[in-house]
């Protein structure tokens, strides 16, 4: 739990100096890294974090049982687990929102100074948001598979295509949140880039079933955030009237 803490912690000093370099050098609210509009919609982040958490759950939890039950087991230490839970949702919540402010916010905005084009948009904070999880020992484990899939296609790409469409990262914002949780807290892997008393372990590292899951997850997500949940009506400052995501950060 220790590492846990000490890496997640780092991630507070990186949203520090992201918003302090947003509202300072860049003379801009940091709100404008999640949206242009007059106020952040948290009603779309609990989608965004219910569309992702509930299939991606079931997906790790069942999944690993029924696959490799050999290596599934339940946490025998609710006590430490009990007192991990409400640290790991506050540190993680840190952690993944200054990563979609970051990658999904200031990236996109000042990629945008480059050129707006679409494509071009979602690929280099898509890109870069991978080449970032190069070190991690799942990236190891799993290649190009990993690279591709658990961490290009799926939170990469997906989730900045998300943002460009919404036109704010609401709801990447909880959508990572909820990815992230539920790898760390609900079901953690041995081997993964941090071991924590989760509620279920899996004492082996299967590269190719993450990432395998983290395409499968996509069109359950993409079907609760649009048929469930139903997308908001346009707001005033919605990407498509020219004010919504794309705010080139050095304006």
């Given amino acids: 739990m220790s590492e846990f803490v000490a890496l997640m912690l780092g991630m507070v000093f990186f949203l520090i100096g992201l918003l302090v370099a947003v ?17 952040i919609s948290w009603r779309r982040i609990v ?33 430490t687990f009990a007192i991990f839970v409400p640290l ?9 929102t200054t990563e979609e402010l970051f990658c999904r916010g200031y990236l996109v905005q000042a990629t945008s100074l480059i ?12 890109t870069i948001f991978a080449l970032l999880h190069l070190g991690n020992p799942e990236a190891e484990a799993g290649g190009w598979l990993t690279m591709v899939f658990f961490y290009f296609l799926g939170p990469g790409l997906v989730w900045t295509v998300v943002s460009l469409v919404e036109g704010t990262t609401e709801l990447a914002i ?41 395409v499968a997850v996509i069109p359950l997500f993409l079907a609760i955030s649009y048929l469930v949940f139903k997308r908001e009506p346009r707001r005033t400052g919605s990407l498509n009237s020219g004010n919504g995501l794309i705010h080139p950060i050095g304006s």
Avoid at 49 to 62: D, E, G, H, K
């Fill in 23 to 39: 509202a300072l050098i860049h003379r801009r609210h940091p709100r404008t890294l999640v949206t242009a509009r007059e106020k």
């Fill in 47 to 79: 989608h965004g974090f219910v569309a992702m958490f509930v299939p991606w759950s079931l997906i790790l939890v069942l999944g690993q049982y029924l696959l490799y039950p050999e290596s599934f087991a339940f946490t025998p230490d609710l006590a």
């Fill in 88 to 96: 790991a949702l506050v540190l993680i919540g840190i952690q993944t």
């Fill in 115 to 126: 050129w707006a084009n679409r494509v071009f948009l979602a690929l280099v904070p898509a």
């Fill in 174 to 214: 909880g959508a990572h949140f909820a990815f992230n949780v539920v790898y760390f807290v609900v079901v953690n892997p041995a081997g993964a880039a941090i071991t924590t008393p989760a509620l279920f372990t899996v004492s082996e590292y299967h590269a190719t079933f993450y990432a395998l899951s983290a």
